[in-house]
Protein backbone atom coordinates (compact mmCIF):
# COMPACT_ATOMS: atom_id res chain seq x y z
CA UNK A 1 0.00 0.00 0.00
CA UNK A 2 1.58 3.27 -0.75
CA UNK A 3 1.16 6.67 0.95
CA UNK A 4 1.61 9.46 -1.02
CA UNK A 5 0.83 11.88 0.80
CA UNK A 6 3.86 11.05 3.25
CA UNK A 7 5.83 12.18 0.58
CA UNK A 8 4.81 16.26 -0.04
CA UNK A 9 7.44 16.73 -2.41
CA UNK A 10 5.37 14.75 -4.90
CA UNK A 11 2.48 15.85 -4.25
CA UNK A 12 0.94 19.39 -6.05
CA UNK A 13 -1.71 20.78 -4.98
CA UNK A 14 -2.27 23.34 -1.74
CA UNK A 15 -0.73 22.90 1.32
CA UNK A 16 -1.24 24.22 4.84
CA UNK A 17 1.10 25.09 7.44
CA UNK A 18 0.10 24.07 11.20
CA UNK A 19 2.10 25.97 13.50
CA UNK A 20 2.93 24.96 17.27
CA UNK A 21 5.14 25.73 20.21
CA UNK A 22 6.79 22.31 19.06
CA UNK A 23 7.41 23.25 15.57
CA UNK A 24 5.75 23.35 12.41
CA UNK A 25 3.49 20.99 10.72
CA UNK A 26 3.05 20.69 7.37
CA UNK A 27 -0.24 19.12 5.59
CA UNK A 28 -1.39 18.16 2.04
CA UNK A 29 -5.05 19.14 1.51
CA UNK A 30 -6.85 17.35 -1.31
CA UNK A 31 -9.44 19.58 -2.76
CA UNK A 32 -10.50 16.90 -5.24
CA UNK A 33 -11.50 14.12 -3.05
CA UNK A 34 -13.12 16.43 -0.40
CA UNK A 35 -13.63 20.18 -2.00
CA UNK A 36 -15.81 21.69 0.48
CA UNK A 37 -13.93 20.58 3.33
CA UNK A 38 -11.29 22.00 2.07
CA UNK A 39 -12.59 25.24 0.96
CA UNK A 40 -13.99 25.26 4.14
CA UNK A 41 -10.72 24.47 6.53
CA UNK A 42 -8.77 27.31 3.85
CA UNK A 43 -11.57 30.22 4.16
CA UNK A 44 -11.50 29.73 8.35
CA UNK A 45 -7.57 29.64 8.32
CA UNK A 46 -7.44 32.99 6.61
CA UNK A 47 -10.35 34.31 9.04
CA UNK A 48 -7.82 33.79 11.55
CA UNK A 49 -10.41 31.07 13.58
CA UNK A 50 -7.69 28.35 14.29
CA UNK A 51 -5.52 30.66 15.97
CA UNK A 52 -4.39 30.09 19.29
CA UNK A 53 -6.69 27.14 18.98
CA UNK A 54 -4.91 24.17 21.06
CA UNK A 55 -5.20 20.19 20.10
CA UNK A 56 -7.21 19.67 22.74
CA UNK A 57 -6.78 15.35 22.47
CA UNK A 58 -3.20 13.83 22.15
CA UNK A 59 -2.40 10.23 21.42
CA UNK A 60 1.44 9.88 21.65
CA UNK A 61 2.42 8.13 18.33
CA UNK A 62 -1.09 8.34 16.74
CA UNK A 63 -3.40 11.60 16.45
CA UNK A 64 -3.86 14.52 17.25
CA UNK A 65 -7.12 16.72 17.46
CA UNK A 66 -7.85 20.07 16.95
CA UNK A 67 -9.86 22.57 15.72
CA UNK A 68 -12.26 23.87 17.96
CA UNK A 69 -12.49 26.92 19.38
CA UNK A 70 -13.92 25.63 22.62
CA UNK A 71 -11.20 23.20 23.49
CA UNK A 72 -13.39 20.67 24.01
Aim: hydrophobic share 35%; net charge positive; proline share 8%.
Amino acid sequence: MAFPQLDLKSEKGPKAVIKTNRGDITVQLFPELAPKTVQNFIELSKKGYYDGVIFHRVIPDFMIQGGDPTGT
